[in-house]
């Protein structure tokens, strides 16, 4: 069996986890203009809804995984640990 640095195996994790941040953030944002858009509309039980799902997907992107998962890995790579 072949052994995989622990290096790469970080780097994979982090690559991951930033590709998720990412995602979710996207869908965060594209939920919040609909919302919006259906609110303007006069669709405000729909718009309701899909403004909480952006800030719930922006809050896992951003915080979730960003602040709390990329960030952490990103120190640990750069400290060399």
């Not at 953030?25 to 203009?33: D, F, I, S, T």
Request: charged share 10%; no cysteine; glycine share 16%.
């Amino acid at each position: 069996m072949v052994e995989v640095p622990a290096v790469a195996v970080e780097l994979v994790e982090l690559l991951a986890v930033t590709l998720g941040a990412g995602a979710a953030a996207a869908v965060g944002v594209v939920l919040e203009q609909f919302g919006l858009s259906a609110v303007s509309g006069g669709d405000l039980v729909l718009g309701a809804w899909a403004v909480g799902m952006g800030l719930l997907a922006l809050y896992v992107g951003v915080v979730g995984l960003g602040y709390e998962q990329a960030l952490p890995r990103l120190r640990r790579l750069a400290s060399g640990e």
